[in-house]
């Protein structure tokens, strides 16, 4: 099944305008005036003219209908709806592997057999492994209230370092504001804790967790900006809903830029994994994305055959023209 999924993504900003924007935190005049005219990442996707080519994804689907895009491996910058490197650090690692022969839970609990991402920390305090993906979401004001963001983790045992380390999902909003207008939320397992939501738990290891945030269930710390500190790793915690309250006015008007998944610093010795990310809320045309790791197949056999066959002919004519 090699079928062609079309998404009018409507692109409003390009690559190199999100670079600037993201680690800058530059003001956003500009941005909602230039196009994405073409960029290419290397899982196969294609992006031209505002239409997104995804060349080998196994169904053909409406863009009411929810999208399940497998992801291969990880771009080194950020384009619209392609996974890349957002934040590796050294000592930190990200990749995309096969599960099958893992064994255990990891194999046999799988949310989306048989690959997933695994993210890992050696042993120092700089290690970070962040990985995530851009697009355009929309507006806070407009999505909050009816987002669904969902992930599968996995805490793998052999872990060394703090039983509260695990993959955490992260959304990242941009928008004007008087003094900073660009802030993190970040969702970390051990804060979430079933039956012990804000309140600092070890999260169990050896199993993989389905993880299903909404409006008004899954707490986050943010890293500042919109009128609130940086509550540094710790509470305060706060919804979605609670956050849309607390942050000034401004928030309402920022675009959801980024969706991301790691280990932050200062969580050596870490061995994680996860996989079905999902996106989705039905504020105008809606948005609804799942993301599959899978590692990328191998030719099939008939492929290689004719590959043979062309390589042999062009010895062939090499040789006649010799
Ligand atoms: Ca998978």
Same mark, same amino acid.
């Given at each position: 099944?090699?079928?062609? /999924?079309?998404? $009018? $993504?409507?692109?409003?900003? *390009?690559?190199?305008?999100?670079?600037?924007? /993201?680690? /800058? *935190? &530059?003001?956003?005049?500009?941005?909602?005036?230039?196009?994405?005219?073409?960029?290419?990442?290397?899982?196969?996707?294609?992006?031209?003219?505002?239409?997104? %080519?995804?060349?080998?994804?196994?169904?053909?689907? @409406?863009?009411?209908?929810?999208?399940?895009?497998?992801? $291969?491996?990880?771009?080194?910058? !950020?384009s619209a709806g392609v996974w890349y490197t957002s934040d590796v650090r050294p000592g930190g690692t990200a990749s995309i592997v096969s599960l099958t022969g893992a064994g255990g839970n990891l194999e046999n609990n799988a949310p989306l057999p048989t690959g997933a991402a695994k993210i890992t920390t050696d042993s120092t305090n700089a290690a970070k492994a962040e990985v995530g993906v851009a697009d355009s979401y929309g507006k806070a004001g407009n999505i909050l209230r009816s987002l669904? =963001?969902?992930?599968?983790?996995?805490?793998?045992?052999?872990?060394?370092?703090?039983?509260?380390? @695990?993959?955490?999902?992260?959304?990242?909003?941009?928008?004007?504001?008087?003094?900073?207008?660009? %802030?993190?939320?970040?969702?970390? !397992?051990?804060? $979430?804790?079933?039956?012990?939501?804000?309140?600092?738990?070890? =999260?169990?290891?050896?199993?993989?967790?389905?993880?299903?945030?909404? #409006?008004?269930?899954?707490?986050?710390?943010?890293?500042?900006?919109?009128?609130? &500190? *940086?509550?540094?790793?710790?509470?305060?915690?706060?919804?979605?809903?609670?956050?849309?309250?607390?942050?000034?006015?401004? #928030?309402?008007? &920022?675009?959801?830029?980024?969706?991301?998944?790691?280990?932050?610093?200062?969580?050596?010795?870490?061995?994680?994994?996860?996989?079905? %990310?999902?996106? @989705?809320?039905?504020?105008?045309?809606?948005?609804?994305?799942?993301?599959?790791?899978? =590692?990328?197949?191998?030719?099939?056999?008939?492929? /290689?055959?004719?590959?043979? %066959?062309?390589? @042999?002919?062009?010895?062939?004519?090499?040789?006649?023209? &010799?």
């Open positions: 099944m090699h079928k062609t /999924l079309r998404i $009018n $993504n409507n692109l409003q900003w *390009n690559t190199n305008c999100f670079i600037r924007e /993201l680690r /800058l *935190n &530059a003001d956003t005049k500009g941005m909602e005036d230039q196009k994405l005219i073409s960029t290419r990442s290397t899982t196969g996707k294609v992006v031209l003219g505002g239409f997104l %080519v995804i060349g080998t994804i196994g169904f053909t689907a @409406a863009s009411s209908e929810a999208a399940e895009i497998i992801v $291969n491996d990880f771009a080194a910058g !950020p669904q =963001v969902g992930y599968s983790y996995f805490k793998d045992s052999a872990s060394t370092g703090s039983a509260e380390a @695990a993959p955490s999902i992260k959304l990242t909003f941009l928008g004007a504001h008087s003094s900073d207008g660009f %802030v993190t939320l970040i969702y970390e !397992p051990y804060w $979430n804790q079933v039956g012990f939501e804000g309140t600092s738990k070890p =999260v169990s290891s050896g199993d993989w967790v389905d993880v299903a945030i909404d #409006f008004d269930s899954g707490l986050f710390w943010g890293n500042g900006g919109f009128g609130e &500190a *940086n509550s540094g790793g710790g509470p305060p915690l706060r919804t979605l809903e609670g956050w849309l309250a607390a942050f000034d006015t401004e #928030f309402g008007d &920022a675009d959801l830029i980024q969706v991301s998944v790691g280990m932050g610093t200062f969580n050596p010795g870490q061995i994680g994994f996860f996989d079905n %990310v999902s996106i @989705a809320h039905s504020f105008g045309g809606g948005f609804d994305k799942t993301y599959n790791f899978e =590692v990328a197949a191998v030719p099939a056999p008939a492929s /290689l055959g004719l590959l043979a %066959v062309g390589l @042999a002919g062009l010895g062939w004519a090499r040789r006649r023209k &010799a």
